[in-house]
């Protein structure tokens, strides 16, 4: 399928929290989450209340050593 995002998500991680823009219909969202199991299900219920569909979202995210690894298996 060659589908095109409608929505866009940018994720800034450190050790302790994680810095998420979404960028959706135009116009701009930011939340920090803390970088922990419940803080990546917190972010995931996030974005699904904001009508993000999986297969239409572009995910990106500065890989910062292993702190980027589990928030990235929440959308593998």
């Known amino acids: 399928m060659n589908e095109q995002a409608t929505c866009v998500v940018g ?5 302790r929290k994680l810095d998420i823009a ?7 969202k930011s939340k920090v989450f803390d970088n922990t199991v419940t803080g990546h299900r917190e972010l995931v219920q996030w974005l699904l209340e904001r009508g993000t569909e ?20 929440c959308f593998g």
């Open 11 to 15: 994720i800034d991680v450190s050790k």
């Open 22 to 28: 979404l960028l959706a219909n135009s116009k701009i």
């Open 54 to 73: 999986q297969q239409r979202t572009h995910i990106c995210m500065e890989a910062t050593g292993p702190y980027s690894e589990a928030v990235g298996h």
